[in-house]
């Protein structure tokens, strides 16, 4: 006679030796995640690695864009500033003055607007306008187009949104004329990269090409300067503003109350210069103020300082 209830018995057998109990899929479940944990710090270090590199280029591609305005003219540019005609077409097609009001100084600041072809001291636009022929945007340059943004002057690590037309905050009331400008990460040295009519040459940077600073990241704070605030952030094309040039003493990273006059970034405790001679460091966001404050300074007399961090 035929034994079912041993076949029902193999049957199970083989069932229970090909599943997995609730144990296992949970030790399973533990060590993926365990991987993971250990994998996504490595990835997010990867491409932090990778964005920082593209800035170091950014950097030095500006670097060398200012060595190449010195070597057309002479002179390294200036950050431009108001003239009697820095006027633009609004969306309307009247023309107007670009302006910020701080309500915090109770101050109307005029701004510079970019003439193409003005020499190096009647050039209201900032520096950043002035190299753009040199990083391969002379049609932009050329045109006015004010709200193309070039790669150049972002940092990866940022994540900018798109610029805005502006909208007035509680920092201030803005008159953009209904556009958006584009905007840059990259902040000249306000001891070198002066005000209009006033431009610097190599000579004059007696502490030495590669002892002084010639552009770095700007201090940010997304909650403050959001892409429709011109506060502290005023764009490329304008001349004047303390938003492409910076002179304070201070590293911080992004989101820092202290953006004001400061430089800063979004990498992981280091900021990015580039020298005048071209050549890009990146500088600990703990080095002391009378260290950076060497760095900066033109025609002070200093010892080079780039590794007194």
Same mark, same amino acid.
């Given at each position: 006679?035929?034994?079912?209830?041993? +076949?029902?018995?193999?049957?199970?057998?083989?069932?229970?030796?090909?599943?997995?109990?609730?144990?296992?899929?949970?030790?399973?479940?533990?060590?993926?995640?365990?991987?993971?944990?250990?994998?996504?710090?490595? =990835?997010?270090?990867?491409?932090?690695? !990778?964005?920082?590199?593209?800035?170091?280029?950014?950097?030095?591609?500006?670097?060398? !864009?200012?060595?190449?305005?010195?070597?057309?003219?002479?002179?390294?540019?200036?950050?431009?500033?108001?003239?009697?005609?820095?006027?633009?077409?609004?969306?309307?097609?009247?023309?107007? +003055?670009?302006?910020?009001?701080?309500?915090? +100084?109770?101050?109307?600041?005029?701004?510079?607007?970019?003439?193409?072809?003005?020499?190096?001291?009647?050039?209201?636009?900032?520096?950043?306008?002035?190299?753009?022929?040199?990083?391969?945007?002379?049609?932009?340059?050329?045109?006015?187009?004010?709200?193309?943004?070039?790669?150049?002057?972002?940092?990866?690590?940022?994540?900018?949104?798109?610029?805005?037309?502006?909208?007035?905050?509680?920092?201030?009331?803005?008159?953009?004329?209904?556009?958006?400008?584009?905007?840059?990460?990259?902040?000249?040295?306000?001891?070198?990269?002066?005000?209009?009519?006033? =431009?610097?040459?190599?000579?004059?940077?007696?502490?030495?090409?590669?002892?002084?600073?010639?552009?770095?990241?700007?201090?940010?704070?997304?909650?403050?300067?959001?892409?429709?605030?011109?506060?502290?952030?005023?764009?490329?094309?304008?001349?004047?503003?303390?938003?492409?040039?910076?002179?304070?003493?201070?590293?911080?990273?992004?989101?820092?109350?202290?953006?004001?006059?400061?430089?800063?970034?979004?990498?992981?405790?280091?900021?990015?210069?580039?020298?005048?001679?071209?050549? =890009?460091?990146?500088?600990?966001?703990?080095?002391?103020?009378?260290?950076?404050?060497?760095?900066?300074?033109?025609?002070?007399?200093?010892?080079?300082?780039?590794? !007194?961090?």
């Amino acid at each position: 006679m035929y034994d079912f209830s041993s +076949e029902v018995t193999k049957t199970m057998s083989r069932n229970q030796r090909h599943g997995i109990t609730l144990l296992e899929l949970l030790v399973v479940i533990s060590i993926v995640g365990i991987l993971v944990g250990m994998l996504l710090p490595a =990835v997010q270090q990867a491409r932090e690695a !990778a964005r920082r590199t593209q800035c170091t280029n950014n950097l030095k591609q500006l670097g060398l !864009a200012l060595h190449n305005h010195e070597s057309v003219h002479r002179c390294f540019p200036g950050n431009g500033g108001y003239t009697e005609d820095s006027r633009i077409r609004d969306t309307a097609g009247n023309e107007i +003055e670009i302006t910020t009001f701080d309500f915090s +100084e109770a101050i109307l600041y005029k701004w510079g607007i970019g003439k193409p072809g003005a020499r190096p001291q009647d050039q209201p636009g900032s520096w950043a306008f002035a190299v753009l022929p040199f990083i391969e945007y002379s049609n932009a340059y050329r045109q006015l187009a004010i709200e193309l943004q070039p790669a150049t002057f972002l940092c990866p690590s940022r994540s900018r949104g798109q610029s805005e037309p502006t909208a007035d905050d509680f920092h201030g009331s803005y008159q953009s004329g209904g556009w958006a400008w584009s905007k840059t990460d990259y902040a000249g040295n306000k001891l070198a990269i002066l005000q209009l009519p006033r =431009v610097i040459r190599s000579a004059e940077i007696i502490d030495g090409l590669s002892n002084t600073i010639a552009l770095g990241e700007k201090a940010f704070n997304s909650n403050d300067q959001p892409p429709s605030s011109w506060y502290w952030d005023e764009p490329i094309f304008s001349g004047g503003s303390d938003s492409t040039v910076r002179d304070g003493l201070s590293l911080v990273h992004d989101g820092s109350p202290d953006f004001r006059k400061n430089w800063g970034s979004a990498h992981g405790g280091a900021t990015g210069f580039v020298a005048f001679d071209g050549a =890009v460091h990146w500088i600990s966001n703990s080095i002391d103020q009378m260290t950076l404050s060497a760095l900066l300074t033109p025609a002070s007399g200093e010892p080079d300082n780039w590794n !007194a961090q």
